[in-house]
């Protein structure tokens, strides 16, 4: 395949731009596109959009050379304000002063696919995208309009894969190795913030945005009493999980409830943990990709969607109305500490 580059009169670098702009959970699986492009175009340069929340997760890869911060969700609070306006000007600016060669939209809304429309390709250059959803995805047909090459995927494709697919279908390569998620490896002699034990400590990622995906409370104070007396650390992220959290804490000694944390000290207690359990939410799939020692729970979510299957330190449990009991749970964690 003649690249962009080659046909403008190269050889040059490619220049790519990555439109993934959020939840947490699918900026992560969106990772390891950039450790495959850099594999078979190791020149690239790659810049990625992204939520302005979660700037410090992509920054954790090395090989991303420019973050171009999005900031919708604070925006539409506040449209008509000269501040707001001035920001979203910005926005434009930065993202056009950069001729792409290629530009992915792996996200597939019409959000997306309107930052891909606005990025400024070279002659020849290619905006590619999703020709379609996987299964219970809140995939947007209409962004299509904005692409110049719709990658077909099996509605079943693992959320890892699908944009892995999608480069290597624009850029001629195939897709034969385990995810890469580029993050860099544990620095065990940093200092440690003042919440977290020196101890080795198991983290529950107990909260998530939609009820039917937690696992019962008694379940995890059970859990942590057979984990005992390895420090539980309990974080939260509303007022909802603070009280979830502070319910957990009253049934469990060894638990601790954790102040408010920021995105980036949140990615700093998954990559530090001994063990994590976690419900299918970001900042357990964060620490499946750190290859932290992790039983994934599922409870009302299709296993094969996020499952962690890139490392034998994760173990995925449940799947949509099935969920694991203690039982299973406790031997999974027990396994990996051993």
């Given at each position: ?8 009169g190269?050889?040059?670098p490619?220049n790519i731009?990555l439109?993934?702009?959020s ?12 450790a ?9 340069n ?5 939520e ?8 954790q890869?090395?090989r ?45 809304l019409?959000?997306t ?18 020709a ?5 995805s ?31 279908a624009?850029?001629?390569?195939s897709?034969?190795?385990p995810?890469d ?6 620095d ?6 003042d919440?977290?034990p ?15 995906k ?5 379940h995890?104070?059970?859990l ?8 539980i ?10 009280a ?7 049934g ?8 408010k ?16 359990v ?8 964060i ?5 932290v020692?992790?039983v ?8 094969w ?26 031997a ?7």
């Amino acid at each position: 395949m003649v690249s962009p580059a080659a046909r403008a009169g190269g050889p040059r670098p490619l220049n790519i731009l990555l439109v993934r702009v959020s939840s947490l959970g699918d900026v992560l699986h969106n990772l390891p596109m950039v450790a495959d492009i850099a594999r078979h175009c190791p020149d690239a340069n790659i810049d990625w959009v992204v939520e302005e929340g979660f700037v410090s997760l992509v920054r954790q890869n090395g090989r991303v050379r420019n973050i171009i911060p999005f900031a919708l969700r604070r925006w539409r609070k506040s449209l008509g304000k000269p501040g707001t306006r001035a920001e979203m000007k910005a926005f434009w600016r930065r993202l056009r002063e950069q001729q792409y060669d290629y530009v992915f939209d792996t996200q597939g809304l019409l959000k997306t696919g309107a930052i891909m429309g606005m990025a400024r390709v070279v002659k020849g250059g290619r905006k590619v995208g999703l020709a379609n959803g996987s299964e219970g995805s809140g995939y947007e047909g209409v962004s299509r309009i904005f692409h110049s090459e719709s990658v077909p995927t099996d509605p079943r494709t693992h959320a890892v894969a699908r944009g892995r697919l999608v480069a290597g279908a624009a850029l001629g390569y195939s897709v034969d190795t385990p995810a890469d998620f580029g993050l860099p490896a544990l620095d065990a002699g940093a200092p440690r913030p003042d919440w977290m034990p020196a101890e080795p400590y198991a983290v529950y990622f107990h909260g998530t945005a939609r009820d039917a995906k937690k696992w019962p409370a008694q379940h995890w104070i059970e859990l942590g009493r057979q984990l005992a007396p390895m420090p539980i650390l309990l974080p939260w992220g509303s007022a909802k999980e603070k009280a979830e959290a502070e319910q957990l804490a009253a049934g469990l000694p060894n638990a601790r409830l954790l102040p408010k944390l920021s995105m980036a000290e949140a990615v700093l207690l998954a990559r530090h943990a001994a063990l994590a359990v976690g419900v299918d939410t970001g900042l357990t799939h964060i620490a499946a990709a750190f290859t932290v020692p992790t039983v994934e729970i599922y409870v009302d979510s299709p296993r094969w969607k996020t499952e962690g299957n890139w490392s034998p330190k994760i173990i995925n449990l449940g799947d949509q109305g099935a969920p694991p009991g203690v039982a299973e749970v406790a031997a999974a964690a027990k396994s990996l500490l051993a």
